[in-house]
C-alpha cells in the first residue's frame, strides 16, 4: 500500500530540482529494474505488483523497502503509459572526478554542448554503451541525465556510463587529445581517421556547437550530405562518428 | 475563428482511422508548413495565427481556406505541447505503383518489417532523406506514416519520401538485388560492400525481422558491438548501415 506522502515524493521526483535536493531518481519497468538488481546503484525503495514480486524475490536484498501494489496503484505514480510491473526510487551515484581526469587522457569521451532533448540524452548515453565509450561530459545547460525520459530511453545503459556536468572550456583547456566536433561544413568523416583516444563534441539539436567551444575542436567532420534532409538528429550524428571510430580501430 | 466541427475535424485526424477515411493529414509548426507551400501537395485548410500570416501571406494560394486564429484558439487544435504559428490539414499524396517497381528494380529501398514507434519511423525517414533513398516500404503492421509523431520527426523529409505499404514477402519474391538484413548475429558490417542497388530490411523495435521475411535476405548484417548495450535503436541502425553504404559509394 502507497502511503500519499510516499505518491508526492516519487511525483516529485519528475523535477529536476527536487531529484538534485534529494539526490534521487526514478527508473522504471521490468527489464531495467532487473538489471539495476544486478548494478552498484543503491535502490531505496521497490513499488511493484505482486507479479514483480513473485519473479524477482529472491533477487531483492533485505535492505531494500519493497511496496506490493496493484496495477492500478502503480499508474498513480508511474510516468509511463503503460506502466511494467515496477518502479525503482535509486540513490544518484556520486561521480569520482579523478576518473573523468583520466579518462579525458587516456580514453575517448563524448562532450554534449547543449542537448536539449531527455530522448536524445538518452540514446547518446545507449550509443557510447554499444561501442565502448564509459564517459560523457554534458555542459551545464543539457537536460539531466536523471530526467526520467532520459532513463527510459537509455534501456539500461546509464548503469554502465559515467555522465559529468562540468564546464566544457575549462576541460578543453587542458586537453591534449584530439578533438572532433560535428559540423555542417567541416572534413568529410570518411576522409578523416578517429583515432582510438580523444573527444567527440556534440553540439545542441537546433544550434549545433557553441561560439565559445568552436575554437577548441581540432578536427571539423561532417557526415556528408547524399539527398536532400537539412540536418541530422544529434543522436544519429553521435552513432555514425562513433562507428566510423570503430570501424577504424577494427582494421 | 475556428467552428466546432472544424476543431472536431482536426482532432480526429490523429486518427488512423479517421485519416484513412477522410484521406487528410496534419502538419504542424513553422518551418514545417513552410516546405509544404513550396512543394507538390494539396493543402486544404490551414490555420495560423495573424503573425504567421503577416509573413507568409504572399507564399498562400488563393485556392487554400487560411483560418486565422489566436495562440489560445491554435492550442486547441494543436497535437504539440508548444504549437509554432501553425497547422495545416493536408491531402494524403496518391502512391504510383510504378515508381515503386522500378525502384525496387533500380534503386536501394528501406523495407521496414513492423516499426511501431511513430518516432522512429519518422527518424528513418529523415535519415533516408538524408542518404538520398527516396522509396520506403512499409509492411502493414508498421505504424501510419501519417501519424502527427511520425509526419514532426521527418522535419519535413516526408515531403520528399515515398512511403508504401505492402505485403514484403510478395515484393521479396519478385526482387533480384541483394537483400541485406540488419540482424544480431550476422557478418561484420565492415566486412561487407553494400551495393548500389539493393533492399535494406529493418525489423521491429524488440523482435527484429519476422521468420517469414528473414529466408530472403541474402546479406545478413551486423554492427560489430564494442561496449555492453543490448541494442541499438532501429533508427540508429538504419541510418549506420546507410552511412556505410554511402562511404563504400564515396570510394
Known amino acids: 500500500m502507497l502511503s500519499k506522502a510516499r505518491i508526492k515524493l516519487i511525483h516529485s521526483l519528475a523535477l529536476k530540482k527536487k531529484r538534485s535536493e534529494l539526490t534521487l531518481f526514478v527508473v522504471e519497468g521490468k527489464k531495467q529494474v532487473a538489471e539495476l538488481l ?3 546503484l543503491e535502490i531505496t525503495c521497490l513499488v511493484a505488483t505482486q507479479q ?9 536484498s533485505n535492505h531494500i523497502e519493497l511496496i506490493t501494489v496493484s496495477e492500478d496503484e502503480l499508474k498513480k505514480v508511474s510516468q509511463q503509459q503503460a506502466p511494467q510491473q515496477v ?6 551515484p556520486e561521480p569520482d572526478t579523478n576518473t573523468l581526469q583520466s579518462a579525458l587522457k587516456n580514453e575517448f569521451v563524448l562532450m554534449l554542448d547543449g542537448i536539449q532533448d531527455p530522448g536524445n540524452l538518452g540514446t547518446i548515453i545507449r550509443i557510447a554503451d554499444w561501442y565502448g565509450i564509459t564517459h560523457i561530459v554534458c555542459s551545464h545547460d ?23 556536468y562540468d564546464n566544457l ?3 578543453l583547456n587542458e586537453v ?6 560535428a559540423v555542417m561544413n567541416g572534413t568529410s568523416l570518411y576522409q578523416t581517421q578517429i583515432e582510438k583516444q580523444g573527444i567527440l563534441i556534440i553540439g545542441n539539436e537546433g544550434k549545433g556547437i557553441s561560439d565559445s567551444i568552436m575554437p577548441f575542436i581540432t578536427h571539423h567532420l561532417t557526415i556528408p550530405l547524399v539527398g536532400q534532409a537539412e540536418s541530422l538528429n544529434a543522436g544519429i550524428a553521435t552513432a555514425i562518428i562513433c ?5 577504424a580501430l577494427s582494421n
Not at 562507428?243 to 570501424?247: E, G, K, L, T, V
Request: include cysteine; charged fraction near 20%.
Open 38 to 40: 544486478t548494478s552498484n
Open 52 to 60: 514483480w514480486v513473485d519473479e524477482y524475490n529472491h533477487q531483492i
Open 87 to 92: 518502479l525503482a526510487v535509486v540513490k544518484m
Open 142 to 164: 543539457c537536460v539531466d541525465v536523471f530526467n526520467p525520459k532520459t532513463i527510459q530511453a537509455t534501456m539500461g545503459s546509464f548503469m554502465r556510463i559515467s555522465v559529468w
Open 169 to 171: 572550456q575549462t576541460l
Open 176 to 181: 591534449e587529445t584530439p578533438v572532433y566536433g
Open 243 to 247: 562507428d566510423a571510430r570503430a570501424r
